[in-house]
């Protein structure tokens, strides 16, 4: 039974600093988690502005097998299908949006401002060091946790060097700060029912717009390979996303997100629901198992409810179930040189848009890139069963 507004603040209350408990001590055990990880649960400066976006432009630089063509063997800067031209008759991506607010800032890497809606938002912006001529970059939105901010995604995910491994351009958005849950901790997005109406989640998704819109226009992307990721609220906010922004988005991520439906937590009744996609993309649903829990959420309800959706809709999805509960997915670093979160960034690589509806390279079997406890389709994931570093409500 859902509990009232009165017992659900004092419970509430009595979680103050929940969502954000293990920021900073689990920033200097990320390593060690990383490293616990890898003996238990592991398998064997700026891109210039290019305006035109043709198919073969696409695929100038890569190889017959989706790689770059100047990626050496040992380099571990891996593009897959994403780097490939679409096939004869393949639904590709459309344009993207046109800026809202009349002529795009001029961006840069680091922190910007962009007014959309009429207010003024902030986003970090990722550039992939040493461009080379005719590279294209796929681009990966980033939403926070509660209690998060941009600048601690930056950090804690390794965003500047994924994207200078994995060759892609990151935008972090930094949340606007005007949303309360029952009127009582602030929120970072418009995740449930209470904290926003459909305007302001409108506004948030026209946010999303102006971003794509301007760095679009700026720099060197690949509007084939336009992917989501959110980790805890941001992967709340991401489902919400996906589900009215398809249309744009080759893939997307929630990492301990999910929608409302069955669980046993009380936020559980409060979040949105699942929106039928214009199009079925790619998904890939990580959560902490059971246990993943935080601020009266039920994730492991909540992540499930996210497949059952996009399952009936015949969305093509990869599940990845940990066992350290609302913390820092214990991935560890697949190779030298590259980061905990390398088949993270490798899912988005290998799911363009023209992939035909609920088809994936990896429907079949993981390469080594991927922890034993990934696996395609949902419930088919063997939940980790290794050492947790970082466990409990950390995010």
């Known amino acids: 039974m859902l509990l009232s507004r009165a017992a659900f603040a004092v419970s509430l209350l009595a979680l103050v600093g929940c969502a ?9 055990q990320h390593d060690a988690a990383r490293d616990a990880a890898a003996a238990d649960g592991q398998r064997d400066t700026q891109p210039a502005p290019d305006s035109t976006r043709d198919a073969a432009g696409d695929a100038r630089d890569a190889t017959a097998d989706g790689t770059r063509a100047d990626a050496s063997p ?4 891996l593009v897959t299908m994403c780097a490939s031209p679409p096939p004869s008759g393949a639904t590709t991506a459309p344009p993207p949006p046109t800026y809202g607010g009349g002529t795009c800032p001029a961006l ?13 938002r902030e986003l970090i912006l990722v550039l992939p060091n040493n461009p080379q001529p005719g590279e294209r970059f796929p681009l990966i939105f980033m939403w926070h946790w509660l209690g998060g901010s941009a600048d601690k995604m930056l950090t804690r995910v390794e965003v500047q060097n994924a994207a200078d491994q994995q060759r892609f351009i990151a935008v972090i958005p930094e949340a606007k700060g005007d949303l309360k849950l029952l ?6 997005w418009p995740i449930t029912v209470d904290s926003a109406n459909q ?17 679009s226009k700026q720099f060197a992307i690949n509007r084939e390979c336009v992917a989501g990721f959110g980790v805890s ?15 744009y988005l080759s893939s997307f991520i929630s990492a301990s997100g999910g929608v409302a439906g069955p669980g046993n937590g009380v936020l559980n009744n409060l979040l949105l629901p699942w929106t039928k996609a214009q199009r079925a993309l790619p998904a890939l649903v990580l959560w902490g198992g059971p246990k993943d829990t935080c601020v009266l959420t039920d994730f492991d309800g909540a992540s499930k409810n996210l497949e059952k959706a996009l399952a009936a809709d ?12 609302h913390s820092v997915p214990p991935f560890a670093a697949p190779a030298p040189g590259m980061t905990a979160f390398a088949p993270l960034w490798d ?15 990896l429907s079949s079997s993981l390469p080594p890139l991927y922890p034993s406890w990934c696996a395609p389709g949902a419930g088919n994931a063997q939940i980790r069963s290794g050492v947790c570093v970082e466990q409990g409500c950390a995010l």
């Open 183 to 188: 009127g009582l901790r602030d929120l970072p």
């Open 199 to 215: 305007a302001r989640r409108d506004e948030e998704h026209t946010f999303f717009d102006d971003m794509l819109a301007c760095v």
């Open 314 to 325: 015949g969305h093509f999805i990869l599940e990845c179930v940990h066992n350290c509960d």
């Open 20 to 28: 954000d408990s293990g920021a900073s001590s689990a920033d200097s």
């Open 347 to 361: 899912f988005v690589l290998r799911h363009p848009y023209w992939l035909a509806t609920g088809t994936s390279p």
């Open 74 to 77: 040992d380099s571990n800067i």
């Open 233 to 247: 609220a941001g992967a709340l906010y991401v489902a919400q996303l996906a589900s009215v922004r398809s249309f």
């Open 108 to 120: 840069v890497a680091g922190r910007n401002t962009l007014v959309s809606s009429g207010a003024q």
